[in-house]
């Protein structure tokens, strides 16, 4: 069960970094639970929106891929108890070093992002 949890997971990561990279808004909307809010350190400046409201910045953002942009994005660790799980990642992109931290819960048998939080670190 734990190798088969692990393994959606890595898949559904692989998905939201698919997403962001490539733009592809139907692909990473489909990642988030519909009441996911994501909250994120950008310089010093606090980042707060709605999965919907983020959906829309990366749709009218030119993608990572069209800017010609090496993909680096990695998973650093996933911790995995029952129905819940954490991610931790790496999500460098468009001149920011990202680390995001998911929270991630099995509904109706699917893996889902419930809730974001990222930091850009120098």
Same mark, same amino acid.
């Given at each position: 069960?734990?190798?088969?949890?692990?393994? *959606?997971? *890595? *898949?559904?990561?692989?998905?939201?970094?698919?997403?962001?990279?490539?733009?592809? #808004?139907?692909?990473?909307?489909?990642?988030?639970? =519909?009441?996911?809010?994501?909250?994120?350190?950008?310089?010093? =400046?606090?980042?707060?929106?709605?999965?919907?409201?983020?959906?829309?910045?990366?749709?009218?953002?030119?993608?990572?891929?069209?800017?010609?942009? =090496?993909?680096?994005?990695?998973?650093?660790?996933?911790?995995?108890?029952?129905? #819940?799980?954490?991610?931790?990642?790496? #999500?460098?992109?468009?001149?920011? %070093?990202?680390?995001?931290?998911?929270?991630?819960? %099995?509904?109706?048998? *699917?893996?889902?992002?419930?809730?974001?939080?990222?930091?850009?670190?120098?």
């Amino acid at each position: 069960m734990y190798t088969e949890n692990r393994k *959606e997971i *890595e *898949e559904l990561i692989a998905s939201y970094f698919e997403g962001i990279f490539n733009g592809d #808004v139907k692909k990473l909307e489909k990642c988030f639970h =519909e009441y996911t809010y994501l909250y994120g350190d950008i310089k010093g =400046e606090d980042y707060l929106k709605s999965k919907s409201a983020y959906i829309e910045g990366v749709k009218n953002r030119q993608s990572p891929k069209s800017l010609g942009e =090496e993909f680096r994005m990695a998973i650093i660790g996933i911790d995995i108890l029952g129905k #819940v799980a954490m991610a931790k990642l790496h #999500v460098p992109f468009s001149g920011y %070093n990202y680390y995001d931290y998911l929270s991630l819960a %099995n509904m109706d048998g *699917e893996w889902k992002i419930v809730n974001k939080i990222f930091t850009h670190v120098d």
